[in-house]
Each structure stands twice: as structure tokens, then as C-alpha cells.
């Protein structure tokens, strides 16, 4: 059974600087990862994938893998209070492409 | 391009009543999934459907809910009966093909059980 675990925060960032998200993964043959954003009742929308490690930017995102330490984070530049959301962290559950995702992240961008 | 398409928005039932959910994905899309979002968790996967086959329904539970996916185009969810616990938002989603392939999510239902 995959897990993934991510601290569920509260995390509070002041505006303009860099938030930084954390998760990790139980099966150390999880090949893909997954970054969801969700706003408060609304539904998760895809903003980072992220397969080989290293990091892969996008704007103001960052995703960074490190599969000998099973552990993908997001870090977001210049943080606006849009950013204001749960981030969800997934990986695929193995086999199919279901996704198994972790509790969520709640992100609070002070202005 | 039209989203993933979600009614009813908002149900409110008693226990042991049932309640369906419809879902419409994206035109072309071949993939479609349920999930169960309960407050303050993540999604969890309750069945994926490739065309109109079942794909993965390991974590449906089967006594109570059933899904299916008609000609391969839109699906419904089915709980008989409803339980407490069973109160959550369901979220359908769709992508083209693979893991890969980006999930787009519908707005969800969310049910209340009394």
C-alpha cells in the first residue's frame, strides 16, 4: 500500500518570500509525482509533475525529487497571496493511474 | 474545451437512503476516475474506468457503492445504503490516456449523510 505524508500545516509564509513544502513517499519505486492545488471548496488542479530527480521549474514553482531519500518538495518563489491553498502531493497507486494523495498541505500567505 | 461536468452539486440524505452521482468527462477523454475526498484528507481513489472497463476498484467499497461507465462516455457513482461516514465530497476526474496524462477535476458532490 502507498503512502504518501505530508504535514498537514498550517504553514504561514510572509508575502515575497519562498514557501517550502515537503512530502514523502513510502514505495521506493514510485516513478512520478504529482503537485495539486486546491482552494478552499474547490476541486485539486494539477500545477507540477515531476519524474526524474532533480528539480523542475515552472514560473514561480520549483518541484525538486530526491528518490534515494524518497522525499519531492515544492518550493514557491515570490509568494503572492493567491497562493493561499492546500497542496496536495500524489503519486500514481501502481499498476493503474489512479493517484494516491496525501493529506494536504495548507499554505497561508501573510500579506 | 468544456471541463469535467459534476450534478448534483450539493445532496443532503438520510442514512441508509441511497443517492447517485453522475459525471461527464472531457470529450475524449478515455480515462475516468472517482474520488472521495473527505474533510481535511486528500482524494481517495475509489474507482478508475478505461473506456467503459474497470481498471482499478480495489478501494471501492463494494457492498454498498457501485459505479459504472456506459459507452465509455459519462459514469455514474451509486451508494445504497448511505452511511454516516460515507459523508464527503466526490470528485469525478478525466485525462486523455495515461498517468502522465493530466487529471482534470470535476467541481465535485458533496453529500451529507444525517
Known sequence: ?111 | EAGVAQSPRYKIIEKRQSVAFWCNPISGHATLYWYQQILGQGPKLLIQFQNNGVVDDSQLPKDRFSAERLKGVDSTLKIQPAKLEDSAVYLCASSLRRVTDTQYFGPGTRLTVL
Open chain 1, 1 to 111: 500500500q502507498k503512502e504518501v505524508e505530508q504535514n498537514s500545516g498550517p504553514l504561514s509564509v510572509p508575502e515575497g518570500a519562498i514557501a517550502s513544502l515537503n512530502c514523502t513517499y513510502s514505495d521506493r519505486g514510485s516513478q512520478s509525482f504529482f503537485w495539486y492545488r486546491q482552494y478552499s471548496g474547490k476541486s485539486p488542479e494539477l500545477i507540477m509533475f515531476i519524474y526524474s530527480n532533480g528539480d523542475k521549474e515552472d514560473g514561480r514553482f520549483t518541484a525538486q525529487l530526491n528518490k534515494a531519500s524518497q522525499y519531492v518538495s515544492l518550493l514557491i518563489r515570490d509568494s503572492q497571496p493567491s497562493d493561499s491553498a492546500t497542496y496536495l502531493c500524489a503519486v500514481p497507486r501502481g499498476g493503474a493511474d489512479g493517484l494516491t494523495f496525501g493529506k494536504g498541505t495548507h499554505l497561508i500567505i501573510q500579506p
